[in-house]
């Protein structure tokens, strides 16, 4: 056996104990071998996890907890009866009480999410704190963000957090509905209360409990012969 192969069979030997202690805790797990822990993992009461997880570095997993497969927790902090949906990431991040992540998931370093938040299929978020009771759909992209509670993110929505030369952030306060589609333009604030009506790309402040509009009327034009072929 070559030096590598050795080191690769203590490390699965050393994360299978790891593993086994876990389940005499009482921790439910498919299958102890698809189970990869390569660092410390704490568990609570009534933890589950799927076929192939990864956990690295530090990991805090509270009561009720399921981590669905192919997931990859990454030195994070994952509250009381949440679910971490199939193939998603955690790292560097804290998720709070009675959420739920991905499928398709990522949540990257800096991130602070409060209790009873929904966040969507394929939904990014870096270096933002989501406080409690909001929703972020699928396909969006929350970063360098601080959001109030109670504030939903349609689909597709992003944040615009790179001017080319910096980073700035964007503040979005309690209660806020923002549309599918939206472009979010940093630095930027919307203030409690507002509507932001999909396919919008907003660049300045919005006034709280307002409705903001920022697109292009539709034109519609008649007898289109469509493109000509160049052949």
């Known amino acids: 056996m070559n030096h590598i192969n050795k080191k690769n069979q203590l490390e699965k030997e050393s994360s299978l104990k790891k593993v086994l202690k876990l389940i005499a805790s009482g921790v439910m797990v498919q299958n102890p071998e698809l189970l990869h822990i390569h660092g410390s993992v704490s568990c609570g009461k009534n ?7 990864i956990i690295e570095g530090d990991v805090r997993i ?9 997931s990859i927790l990454r030195d994070c902090i994952i509250g009381k009866e949440t679910l971490i949906k199939p193939f998603s990431i955690v790292e560097k991040a804290v998720i709070g009480e009675n959420c739920f992540v991905g499928p398709y998931g990522r949540i990257r370093p800096g991130v602070s999410v409060g209790d009873n938040v929904q966040i969507g299929n394929f939904v990014e978020i870096k270096n933002s704190n989501i406080a409690s009771n909001c929703r972020i759909n699928h396909h ?3 970063g360098d ?16 957090n790179h001017d080319g030369v910096k980073i700035n952030r964007t503040v979005i306060a309690n209660r806020v509905y923002i549309g599918s589609g939206c472009n979010l333009v940093a630095p930027l604030k919307i203030n409690a209360g507002a509507t932001i009506a999909s396919g919008s790309t907003i660049t300045e402040e919005v006034p709280a ?15 289109w012969k469509g493109p000509k072929s160049s052949k």
Do not use: P
């Not at 409990?209 to 007898?223: E, G, K």
């Open 47 to 53: 933890v589950k996890f799927d076929l192939n997880v």
């Open 145 to 160: 963000s601080d959001l109030g509670e109670q504030v939903t993110i349609g689909a597709g929505t992003i944040t615009c």
């Open 209 to 223: 409990n307002t409705l903001t509009i920022a697109r292009s009327r539709q034109v519609v034009i008649n007898n």
């Open 62 to 70: 509270e009561d009720d907890v399921t981590i669905g497969a192919n």
């Open 140 to 142: 969006a992209f929350i």
